[in-house]
Structure formats: C-alpha cells, structure tokens
C-alpha cells in the first residue's frame, strides 16, 4: 500500500485491516484534494482506539498547521493544550432558546471517555472550541464518526472552521446584556427601597402620634393614683412600654432614612476617644475598664464625622451589653495596607454559631429590650464610606468587631 508523503498517522503503518486501510488511504487523497481549493475549513481525520484515551491524527490539513504553527506529528498534543473550553449548543423543540453548555479544559481532560462515548452514540458532533492562540480563538468543529469494530478503531472526519469574530460579538452581547440587567436590578432596587423607605417613614409618622398620647395619658393619670398602688404600677408598665415602642420607631426612621454623607479630614485615635467619652457613664456604672491600643502613624480617614461616631457607638455599645458583669472593652487602631483596620474585643459570652449569619439583619436581637437596629446602622453607614465591619465570634473568647475603612478617599459625597 502506497503510504502518503509526510504522514505521521497509525494505521497505514500498523496491522490493521486492508479495507480500514484503504478507507483512510481514500480519505486522505479526498482530503488533499479538497485542500487544493483553497477553501477556508481547516480538515483533519482524528483517531483511536476504542478503548484507549489516545487520540492521533491520520491526517491534518496544512491550513490547520499553519494555524496550530506546529508539525503533523505534534498537532494533537499541540491542539489538547491550546484548548481553553469546549462549548456545544442545544434547543428543545418548540423553543427558541438556545442552551450553551461550557466545558473548561481540566474537566475535558478528566471526563474524556465519557465525552467519546456520547460522541459514540450520537454519530455526529458540532461544538465550538476556545484557543488560546494568538490572543484568543474559536473554532468551531463539525465533525462524523465511523467505527470500525473489527480492527477497535474510532475515525473522526472533521472540520474546523474560525468562528473568531461572531464569538467576539457574541460575548460582546453577552457582557453588554450583563450590564443592562444588572443596572436594571439596581435601578429597581433603588425605587424598591425608595417607595419602601416613603411607606416606612409615613407609617411610623402615623403609629408614633398614638403611641405618644398613650404614653403622655398613662403620665397624667398616674399623677392622679396614689403611689405604689396595683394601678401606678400598671401606669408605670405602660408608660415604659410606649417609651420603648417610641425608640424603636426612631431606629428604624433613622435606619430606613437617606444619608448624605459629608466627609472630613478625621483623625481615628480622636474619633474612638471620643467616643468612649461619650460611653463613659456606661462603662462604669457596668465595671468595665476600656483600653485603647493604637500605632504610630496612623492615617487619617476622610469620613463623615458624626455618622462615623454613630457606626462606633453602636459597636462599643454592643460590646457593652455583652458584659452585665464588668470586664474589659480593647479597642486596637491599626494600619494595613491601604486601610484602617479598628478592632473592638469584649471578653463576654460570645455569640452562638447558629446565630451569627443574622447578627446584622435588621430587628434582628438576643436582647430582652433591644431593637435589633444597632449593628445593622453601624454596618450600613461602614459600607457607605466603602468599608466592611465583620464579626469574629467565640462563646470562649468573646466577640470581636473588626472594622475596615479606606485610607484618604477624595470622591466627592455620596447619598444612599
């Protein structure tokens, strides 16, 4: 049997049957034929062993070497390491959808005997491979599979095409519907929260003048009932309740309200000293000794002062609260790249796990008398100057609050 100049394939060369042989023999004349016209699709005839992971190539088309810039005997190992994903494309009937499925490269590799087997039973394959060639390429690949059971030999007669530029635009669309969609969920988002926010303050605007007159009545008549009587005790329940009831209204006022940031020059020891002045009177009605850890050199953060004031009482307060029975609070100031890191440690009971994913929703509490809206501010107004606040929690050692901010940050002021 005439072997072709420069093949580099198996089965001409191997024991196999005359009529597998002259079948591959015929395939590669067509093939080079068809190469002579100069047409655009890159040809090849992949093969291998029915039950072998190998896959060599019998023949491949010069157009296709010229773009794999290797030689015959190297395209299929040169091919596998260029491959970025393989994507196929498929359509129920009566839907016009069109389902993409992507497989990176590690998992071709790992599930290729169960990708061959399908390309077994279903005869034909279209799919699109990603390339990491000259930037990035596409080719699509269509491709017929004849076995030849007798010799265990799988032939695959394909061609590729470069589908380059309408995958460009494809993605393109793909990146821009991506944009679209995810500022339409903003924008319904902010209207969703605005009316939300409108609904909240006009509702708590009606509820907090009836629940002010009862409490401004239930202080009247107490004035009226002798003291430490069955009914001044009542009046007394009464009036601490509406109080209470008035707070959380105010929380959640202030929580659901739009804020404008103005920012300034801040320094962070100041602010926190400031703060734990502001705590004072807590602190020692409690027995609890706070201790100020900070570095040299800290930066100065460009916030809004008393907003910032607000996010750390509400911090410190909590620390307060996980104290009943004294202790310490340590505060550390700290410089990490790009940032202020502010830790705030109590050695209390600490929080259990399963409930911790909750601790910054909001109206979220452990707490008898508590609203549930202080950690949710604080970590609200925190993520407004572009910082995190996170928890570090154990029922052995406590609670840490650690809070990151942006070192000097120039934008101009921002209203959420």
Not at 222 to 243: D, I, N, S, W
């Amino acid at each position: 049997m005439l072997i072709p100049q420069g093949y580099t394939g198996r089965i001409l060369k191997g024991s196999y049957s005359q009529a597998l042989c002259e079948h591959v023999q015929h395939s590669i004349e067509r093939l080079e034929n068809f190469e002579r016209l100069g047409l655009a699709p890159m040809v090849y005839v992949a093969a291998w062993q029915e039950r072998d992971k190998v896959i060599w190539y019998e023949f491949v088309g010069q157009r296709f070497l010229r773009f794999l810039d290797c030689s015959a005997d190297q395209a299929a190992t040169r091919f596998r390491s260029l491959v970025l994903d393989q994507r196929t494309y498929s359509s129920h009937e009566g839907d016009l959808a069109v389902q993409e499925e992507i497989i990176p490269s590690d998992r071709l590799r790992e599930d290729e005997d169960c990708l061959r087997e399908h390309r077994l039973q279903t005869g034909r394959m279209e799919a699109i491979y990603k390339m990491n060639l000259a930037g990035t390429s596409w080719l699509k690949d269509s491709s017929v599979l004849e076995i030849w059971p007798a010799d265990g030999i799988c032939l695959s007669f394909g061609c590729l095409t470069d589908v380059s530029k309408e995958m460009e635009q494809k993605d393109q669309i793909h990146r821009e519907n991506l944009v679209v969609q995810r500022d339409k969920s903003i924008l319904v988002a902010a209207e969703r929260t605005n009316a939300l926010n409108n609904m909240a303050a006009r509702l708590c605007h009606e509820i907090r003048n009836p629940i002010a007159s009862l409490g401004g009545l239930a202080r009247r008549i107490q004035t009226m009932c002798e003291p430490e009587t069955k009914m001044a005790r009542y009046l007394e329940v009464v009036e601490h309740e509406t109080g209470r009831l008035e707070k959380i209204l105010a929380g959640f006022v202030a929580y659901t309200r739009s804020l404008e940031l103005r920012r300034e020059m801040v320094d962070p020891r100041t602010l926190l000293s400031s703060v734990l002045s502001l705590l004072k009177t807590d602190l020692e009605n409690q027995g609890i000794e706070p201790l100020l850890h900070d570095q040299p050199d800290l930066p100065a953060l460009f916030i809004d002062r008393e907003l910032m004031e607000e996010a750390f009482l509400h911090v410190v307060k909590n620390g307060i609260e996980a104290l009943p029975g004294g202790g310490t609070i340590e505060c550390f100031l700290e410089r990490t790249e790009g940032a202020l890191r502010i830790r705030i440690r109590d050695h209390g009971a600490g929080i259990q796990e399963n409930l911790r994913a909750r601790i910054f929703e909001p109206f979220f509490t452990t707490k008898v008398y508590g609203a549930g809206l202080g950690l949710s501010m604080a970590d609200k107004i925190i993520q407004m100057h572009g910082g995190t606040l996170g928890l570090q929690a154990g029922q052995e050692r406590g609670t840490e609050a650690v809070i990151l901010l942006p070192e000097q940050e120039t934008t101009e002021n921002s209203t959420v």
